[in-house]
T-cell receptor
């Protein structure tokens, strides 16, 4: 199983709503990532979890709150978002240890629209 | 900080032709990884090929090969016998070689490759 599964695939939310994005992998990977991708732009790193601990936060606003409940699951909690936060949110995982392969596997993303 | 530059926003070739996508990068690191990812309209980022900086031999995966020039900090992707399914956005990406193995990717702006029938 080389899949990273993201749910939901599409999400429309109001600026006062609270919602969560979910990401799951069963490859035994110990590093998981959230990226944000605007239209016709490359993905931008938001957060990195390594061994279930937050290791990198790329100065992301606090209205985005990541959570890693276990080694297979990564959530992104959303609250009081702005229309400019509308984007494709990509989750990825990688083995997280040298010598075991280095590439990141990506999910299909959640297309988020904030209205 | 690392930067990745892709100077070709869009390229278009005929099916079965060979096409080369360019990528240059800037880093002060000596050990790192370079990747080419493909993102078709379905949105999913798919790994095409990877290269470890400490390996002199250029990576090859079937119709895809790279020309890695470490001194020039250049990492181009050659697609041979191009197929309609190769139509996609192609991103060059850089990752540091760290002990924890959990660093994010730095992407170039991408090249939109169109394969014409």
């Amino acid at each position: 199983d080389t899949e990273v599964t993201q749910t939901p695939k599409h999400l429309v939310m109001g600026m006062t709503n609270k919602k969560s994005l979910k990401c799951e992998q069963h490859m035994g990977h110990r590093a998981m990532y959230w990226y944000k991708q605007k239209a016709k732009k490359p993905p931008e790193l938001m957060f990195v979890y390594s061994y279930e601990k937050l290791s990198i936060n790329e100065s992301v606003p606090s209205r985005f709150s990541p959570e890693c409940p276990n080694s297979s699951l990564l959530n992104l909690h959303l609250h009081a978002l702005q229309p400019e936060d509308s984007a494709l949110y990509l989750c990825a995982s990688s083995p997280g240890a040298q010598g075991r392969g280095t590439e990141a596997f990506f999910g299909q993303g959640t297309r988020l629209t904030v209205v | 900080a690392q930067t990745v530059t892709q100077s070709q926003p869009e390229m278009s070739v005929q099916e079965a032709e060979t096409v080369t996508l360019s990528c240059t990068y800037d880093t002060s690191e000596s050990n790192y990884y370079l990747f080419w990812y493909k993102q078709p309209p379905s949105r999913q980022m798919i790994l095409v090929i990877r290269q470890e900086a400490y390996k002199q031999q250029n990576a090859t995966e079937n119709r895809f090969s790279v020309n890695f020039q470490k001194a020039a900090k250049s990492f181009s992707l050659k697609i041979s016998d191009s197929q309609l399914g190769d139509t996609a956005m192609y991103f060059c990406a850089f990752r540091m070689y760290s002990g924890g193995g959990a660093d994010g990717l730095t992407f170039g702006k991408g090249t939109h490759l169109i394969i014409q029938p």
